[in-house]
């Protein structure tokens, strides 16, 4: 028994492994603007899933000169990170939806159809999370 086959599977697989690239290239650049010092709004409430400025100012401190947390790093964002950071920043789910996706071409089982499903609900919970960031 298959639950997907043909056009939707491939769309879908296609999509997922798409969007889990999208957001891999997103976190490494934000990474190594963190590694810089150069950690504004975007990078800490993008990483950590701490949608409201004011939150931010609350679990990392006060900002520095140009709102610039120079002395947060990617150690303490990770150890203060929110669900939605983790559905934004965690490459290892990113990964997971590439390779779901990839077995879905290989393999026709409900398994891995069920797995696809699952990095689509990740990819998407990534997605609307990240409608919810600081402009």
Known sequence: MTLLSGLPLVSIALAVMISAFIRLVQIMQLRQRVEFGHTGVRELAELSGVTDPQDLQDVFG????????????????????????????????????????LAAFIVSHWIVQLLLMIAAIIQSGAWLSATRLPK
Do not use: D, Q
């Not at 150690?75 to 934004?88: D, N």
């Open 62 to 101: 006060p900002p520095g000169m140009n709102r610039i947390w120079a002395h947060v790093n990617l150690a303490t964002i990770e150890g203060k990170r929110r669900l939605a950071g983790y559905l934004m920043s965690e490459p290892r789910l990113h990964w997971f939806s590439i390779a779901a996706g």
